[in-house]
């Protein structure tokens, strides 16, 4: 089952806009982290941020999470073509020492236009 | 390359055969994970590794799959007569302390299946 839900589904912006993509789950956390995936690769980790932190930033990214709303969110400034590919929050549940299994959203498919 | 390998990266075969993938981790990691991804979803936790000890398996893996490390190095995952529903992109990760943090798991190109 899927714990993220990633919103919006499906995002379009003009190059150099900012896009903002949400993310939700059900249950308590370890950590979120955000993955990038371009058409049939491989995911590349963004960043993570842990259930104790509020916002985190990197390069032109910024994840805030919310733990008492289980959400969180990314936002990337200054869109370049490139950024085009599917976003995916992924959380970790683990109790204790656990697996660090990841359980990830349906995740949401960013357009930028040149 | 010192990231995580996977071969081959694609593999078309027919519907009763079995198939085996291959993953190599990040040299120094000592875990290593398995998903499935289907089209249009995000990524599915099959099993993991800690060095050679299989210590979780979801309950998406059938008995038609098997996951082996030995030695603790590289990963196998065999599907036995496989089925068109077997058809995905079957994602490998690591982890370790280096390149760390010992939760941020890095993937690997995956295995693209298609069963016909």
């Known amino acids: 089952s899927q714990q993220g839900e990633e919103d919006p589904q499906a995002l379009s912006i003009q190059e150099g806009e900012n896009a903002t993509m949400n993310c939700s789950y059900k249950?308590?956390?370890?950590?979120l982290q955000w993955y990038r995936q371009n058409s049939g690769r491989g995911l590349v980790h963004l960043i993570l941020?842990?259930?104790?932190?509020r916002e985190k930033h990197s390069g032109r990214l910024r994840v805030t999470l919310d733990t008492s709303k289980k959400s969180s969110s990314l936002l990337i400034t200054a869109s370049r073509a490139a950024d085009t590919a599917s976003y995916f929050c992924?959380?970790?549940?683990?109790?204790?020492?656990?697996?660090?299994?990841?359980?990830f959203g349906k995740g949401t498919k960013l357009s930028v236009i040149p | 390359d010192t990231g995580v390998s996977q071969n081959p990266r694609h593999k078309i075969t027919k519907r009763g055969q079995n198939v085996t993938f291959r993953c190599d981790p990040i040299?120094?990691?000592?875990?290593l994970y398995w998903y499935r991804q289907t089209l249009g979803q995000g990524p599915e936790f099959l099993t993991y590794?800690?060095?050679?000890?299989?210590?979780?398996k979801s309950r998406l893996l059938s008995d038609r799959f098997s996951a082996e490390r030995p030695k603790g190095s590289f990963s196998t995952l065999e599907i036995q007569r496989t089925e068109q529903g077997d058809s995905a992109m079957y994602l490998c990760?690591?982890?370790?302390?280096?390149?760390?943090?010992?939760?941020?798991?890095?993937f690997g190109p995956g295995t693209r299946l298609t069963v016909l």
């Open positions: 990760a690591s982890s370790g302390t280096r390149p760390g943090p010992l939760d941020t798991q890095y």
């Open positions: 249950t308590s956390i370890n950590n």
């Open positions: 941020i842990r259930s104790n932190e």
């Open positions: 992924a959380t970790d549940a683990s109790a204790g020492a656990g697996s660090y299994q990841l359980t």
């Open positions: 040299s120094e990691h000592n875990r």
């Open positions: 590794f800690q060095n050679e000890a299989q210590l979780e």
